[in-house]
């Protein structure tokens, strides 16, 4: 069993910058792809980036420009740089991985075999 767990949630200002990092156990990280989702109060879990095991990244267009993915096979992480950080920005960020190829580019919560617990996000204005 693959297990996810995600760090570096935080209260940040408008904005400023966050990094969340996320490890999953087990010698298979570098054949995932991995993600990034979150969820805020009273709305539906939406996918914020994906990197693929090739290193190709996607993003929403929603923090397109600000937001990077990027990992680090050697560490079992993935990190998730946020800048510019907007009110909007505030959930609970989910790091999920993904064992199997997508043509959607792990843009759905289907592509997905295991999640973390999540990491409060909140951007105080």
């Known amino acids: 069993q693959v297990q996810v767990i995600e760090y570096g949630g935080g209260l940040v200002q408008v904005g400023g910058s966050l990094r969340l990092s996320c490890t999953a156990s087990?010698?298979?990280?570098?054949?995932?792809?991995m993600g990034w989702w979150r969820q805020a109060p009273g709305k539906e879990r939406e996918y914020v980036t994906s990197?693929?095991?090739?290193?190709?990244?996607y993003y929403a267009d929603s923090v397109k420009g600000r937001f990077t993915i990027s990992r680090d096979n050697a560490k079992n992480t993935v990190y998730l740089q946020m800048n510019s950080l907007k009110p909007e920005d505030s959930a609970v960020y989910y790091c999920?991985?993904?064992?199997?190829?997508?043509?959607?580019?792990?843009?759905?919560?289907?592509?997905?075999?295991?999640w973390g617990q999540g990491t409060q996000v909140t951007v105080s204005s």
């Open positions: 999920a991985a993904s064992g199997r190829g997508s043509p959607r580019a792990w843009k759905n919560q289907d592509d997905y075999d295991y």
């Open positions: 990197i693929s095991r090739f290193l190709t990244t």
């Open positions: 087990g010698p298979a990280f570098s054949n995932f792809a």
